[in-house]
């Protein structure tokens, strides 16, 4: 059963381990902010810098593991129709809107949606890491310069993880602008059991 997450807002589930998660872009161009914990401790969670050293590459795709700060496989990407994600940059934030933006005011961010979902699990924001950013599109330079371009992801691609253990998920449609070619639109996910 496909379910919706509306745009600029965010989720949270278990996932057990075996399960396969679907995560799909419905209409094209819209970035999705995972953040993984084990259910059973949530001290431990997805840790980008692990990911990116064990795998050795920086955008990962089908067949690479996204890993915990424990040094522990939680999932593994086992089908990628789009190819591209980031695991470089931290979910938009009040600040990143503040001080990338020079936003005034209120703003929906994927910090506040996936900490607000995740509360429920006991998980606080403090212990929300970075981010595996599902179809975003960050370009690096020669130099080292990064920057945010549209996502190249189509209506309809979508990327399959399998769990590799017992977790709670975060889930995002995200809500920064240059994330996501200046639109909002929502994501979709299911659960599949083996």
């Not at 990407?77 to 789009?82: A, L, M, P, R, S």
């Not at 403090?126 to 310069?145: C, L, R, S, T, Y």
């Not at 769990?163 to 659960?191: R, Y």
Request: with cysteine.
């Amino acid at each position: 059963m496909t379910k919706k997450i509306p745009e600029q807002s965010g989720t949270a589930f278990q996932l057990k381990k075996g399960e396969y998660l679907k995560v799909i872009d419905p209409k094209g161009q819209q970035v999705s902010d995972m953040v993984l914990f084990n259910a059973n401790d949530p001290r431990e969670k997805l840790s980008s810098g692990k990911s990116l050293d064990f795998e050795e590459n920086i955008f990962l795709t089908t067949g690479n593991q996204l890993w915990s700060n424990r040094s522990q496989p939680m999932m593994k990407i086992v089908e990628d129709t789009n190819g591209r994600n980031d695991f470089l940059l931290a979910p938009c934030s009040p600040e990143t809107f503040e001080i990338m933006y020079e936003y005034e005011g209120y703003h929906p961010s994927c910090f506040e949606n996936l900490y607000t979902n995740l509360a429920p699990f006991g998980i606080e924001p403090d212990q929300i890491p970075n981010a595996f950013n599902i179809f975003m599109n960050v370009q690096v330079k020669e130099d080292g310069k990064i920057s945010v371009e549209p996502p190249l992801s189509k209506a309809g691609d979508y990327i399959l993880f399998e769990a590799q253990m017992d977790l709670i998920v975060g889930l995002t449609a995200c809500s920064a602008e240059d994330s996501n070619g200046g639109t909002f639109k929502p994501i979709h996910f299911e659960i599949i059991t083996a």
